[in-house]
């Protein structure tokens, strides 16, 4: 380890901000609780990494990283191994080697299951030790980092406590960041929270009960919002049909095959192991 003093050009108070696997690295830094993390402004972000490769027990990745789990993304965010210098042959680079076989073998691609592995990488496991105040940039229409992760971890904080500083930008893109497209408003409001919670400027942000900024599908228009999900919302099921089309009703499937008339009823918890005891 290695301590850095900068009194001279840091109060000691620090923001993290990023988009996809950089937005991930704020929540994961968030997730330990450390003295000094004020604020994080996460862009498309992954705050639990099991939902990210795997669904309910099913192998998966983002509809544009289709083959991707989580030892190639260490591969492809490791910036040493592209170095000049760096050896397969050496200490390090036979280190980094035997890794990437223990994170294949405890990713599990077999069965799917969330264990310990997974567990560690789920910034929401620590969810009491969050303090950092955050905005949250998420695209509807992201078929990479899926809105679920924005919707947990919102859940999640104001569960934990209701007056939890926690504010989404939500947009009609995919995977990108709305600093790009949008007018001042996203840009006015992360100054805002910059400048209130890294220099202690009463700008009223923390006070203002508008914690979903979202544009509008019909017009273009930026709309606010007092919570997630926003008032008059409700929660639908989608059932897939053998045609690939999605239907609120449970389709009907006929099969001479009578194995499906043996199958009980299971519940999620049933196929994942004990994080704790995993083997």
Not at 79 to 102: H, I
Not at 169 to 182: D, K, S, W
Not at 190 to 199: G, M, P, V
């Amino acid at each position: 380890t290695h301590e850095v003093i900068a009194t001279d050009w840091c109060t000691g108070k620090v923001c993290m901000t990023g988009q996809s696997y950089v937005a991930s690295l704020p929540m994961m830094v968030a997730a330990t609780g450390i003295e000094g993390l004020e604020c994080i402004i996460p862009r498309a972000g992954i705050v639990n990494w099991y939902d990210y490769f795997r669904g309910n027990g099913g192998v998966i990745a983002g509809q544009d990283a289709q083959g991707e789990d989580s030892a190639w993304l260490t591969w492809y965010c490791f910036g040493r191994y592209n170095s000049p210098d760096y050896s397969e042959d050496s200490g390090f680079g036979r280190l980094f080697a035997k890794n990437m076989e223990q994170m294949l073998e405890d990713a599990d691609r077999i069965t799917g299951d969330y264990n310990s592995f997974w567990d560690l990488r789920n910034s929401l496991a620590t969810i009491e030790d969050w303090h950092a105040a955050v905005i949250f940039q998420q695209g509807f229409n992201d078929r990479n980092v899926g809105a679920e992760h924005m919707d947990q971890l919102y859940r999640a904080l104001k569960k934990m406590d209701p007056d939890y500083p926690i504010k989404l930008v939500l947009h009609q893109m995919g995977h990108t960041t709305i600093f790009e497209q949008a007018d001042g408003d996203v840009l006015e409001l992360s100054h805002q929270w910059l400048d209130h919670y890294l220099y202690g400027i009463d700008n009223g942000v923390d006070r203002d009960r508008t914690n979903v900024l979202a544009v509008n599908t019909a017009t273009g228009e930026w709309e606010d919002f007092r919570e997630w999900p926003v008032e008059g919302s409700e929660m639908q099921r989608f059932y897939l049909s053998p045609d690939n089309e999605l239907h609120s009703f449970a389709p009907w499937f006929y099969t001479e095959d009578p194995i499906y008339d043996q199958l009980e009823y299971r519940t999620l918890a049933d196929y994942c192991e004990d994080p704790e005891d995993p083997y």
